[in-house]
């Protein structure tokens, strides 16, 4: 008997206009983004209020475009303008228009105050739909590559030895400017264009330097406070008849490091190490708060290398629809400062803040020892003067400190595995540390509504 197999016939017409709702399940995540999107406000989102010129696209169907299309890893203008013609949830988002990539990325980078809404309408969502759990916030950073090439860079040291190779080559070029014409001889180069491609150089070198320049300077300003700090908690240890630990802490310096990069493509972004210090990457250094539902409930972008001074800026992100719940913040070594520490638990009077930080104050191994599995006494009581950081390693050693920063592992280090390994975003697509910062908002954005959706369908399954 020979096999049947389904006719199929793509040349017929369809008879009847087909309802483009038919081909989603109801339980589809497009649903979702769009019953969400409608409850954002409008206001915020740059509109031709004259009427004049084309069509205008609805702001929320951009938006709904926009966050359905990071959700599900497609992040350039192109690419998401090809996917109303071949994408079936989003034909159905756009109704059947097209937005060409131009108006996709213009309403993208025009709309920074609209996206921030956003982030806060989705945590208000999620509050009345009693998703959100802000006892306890995890705070980390992940770096991010930038819009550039890392070999569009230049140390300050370089940029100084190119400004002198280069002046060199100026007065060579002059030189063999002033014997071609004193001889009347023929020249094979055009000397005033690559005078010019010259001098160009070099004053964008001379600009690049003068930017290290002042980036050190204000990281000197920064630090004062920190250095400060030391050295008062060190004559507070003299005067206490105790021996300070340690070399004495040495005050900032303005001079800018030989190493210092600048980017010609991104001058905001900076050279980072990535992959656990396995290799670098031109990057920002973007920056999470997440709950114990694995929303993220804060979010900002620093260009700063590491994150020993973001601790405060990231828990000051927290969203007010939120942060007043939040009693205990975790966060690894590389956040620990004692200056950090009391920024967060004090108030600029000095009164406590009412959030406690749980902080390592050293790396800690994945290897756990048998010792370790057991259960651990609670640690000795403090000495009278101990130090900020022996009493942030003491706290950690509690049975209370222990519980709570096992949750760090769990909470905010899954969402950017999510966000770079299911959504695929590991790369901005816009350049500039505010343009930079707007895309981190819609990711996250997308992300949130992406777990909303996630955690109320487990939440009807039960």
Not at 96 to 106: G, M, Q, R, V, W
Not at 280 to 286: D, H, I, S, T, V
């Amino acid at each position: 008997m020979p096999a049947r197999f389904v006719n199929l016939d793509r040349q017929t017409p369809m008879l009847l206009p087909c309802d483009l709702r038919d081909w989603l399940p109801a339980e589809h995540l497009i649903h979702f983004i769009l019953d969400a999107v409608e409850q954002i406000p409008t206001a915020h989102f740059r509109v031709n209020h004259r009427g004049t010129g084309s069509e205008q696209y609805p702001p929320t169907m951009m938006l709904a475009l926009l966050v359905y299309c990071y959700a599900t890893g497609r992040f350039g203008s192109r690419t998401i303008e090809a996917a109303t013609h071949s994408d079936v949830a989003v034909r159905y988002l756009c109704a059947n228009h097209h937005p060409d990539h131009d108006s996709i990325c213009t309403f993208r980078t025009a709309n920074r105050a609209a996206f921030q809404a956003a982030f806060v309408t989705v945590l208000q969502l999620a509050r009345e739909l009693r998703l959100t759990r802000v006892g306890t916030v995890s705070v980390d950073g992940t770096k991010v590559q930038a819009n550039a090439s890392k070999h569009a860079a230049v140390s300050y040291q370089r940029a100084g030895e190119l400004i002198a190779q280069l002046e060199l080559e100026v007065q060579e070029l002059v030189t063999r400017a002033e014997a071609a014409d004193t001889c009347q001889a023929k020249e094979p180069l055009d000397i005033p264009a690559e005078l010019q491609r010259r001098e160009q150089r070099v004053e964008s070198l001379k600009q690049a330097r003068q930017v290290i320049e002042a980036r050190a300077k204000e990281m000197a300003a920064a630090r004062a406070d920190e250095h400060q700090a030391k050295v008062a908690v060190r004559a507070a240890q003299r005067d206490a008849g105790q021996k300070p630990r340690g070399p004495e802490p040495k005050a900032p310096s303005e001079v800018p490091d030989p190493k210092a990069q600048y980017n010609f493509t991104d001058p905001e972004s900076r050279i980072m190490k990535a992959g656990n210090g396995s290799h670098f990457e031109q990057a920002y250094n973007a920056q999470a708060a997440v709950d114990e539902a694995m929303l993220i409930v804060g979010q900002r972008v620093s260009a700063a290398p590491n994150d020993k001074e973001e601790l405060a800026a990231s828990v000051a992100a927290i969203s007010p629809v939120v942060a007043g719940d939040v009693q205990a913040v975790l966060a690894d070594s590389g956040f620990y400062s004692a200056a950090a520490v009391q920024a967060v638990e004090q108030k600029p009077d000095g009164t406590p803040s009412g959030v406690s930080v749980y902080a390592a104050v050293e790396k800690q191994t994945h290897h756990k020892t048998v010792a370790q599995l057991l259960p651990q006494p609670e640690p000795a009581a403090l000495p009278e003067h101990a130090t900020p950081k022996e009493q942030m390693a003491h706290r950690m050693k509690t049975s209370a400190g222990r519980t709570l920063y096992k949750l760090r592992k769990q909470t905010v280090e899954p969402v950017f595995g999510i966000i770079k390994e299911i959504m695929g975003f590991r790369r901005f697509r816009l350049r500039g540390w505010e343009k930079v910062s707007l895309e981190w908002t819609l990711v996250c954005v997308s992300y949130n509504l992406k777990r909303l959706f996630r955690l109320k369908s487990l939440a009807v399954a039960r």
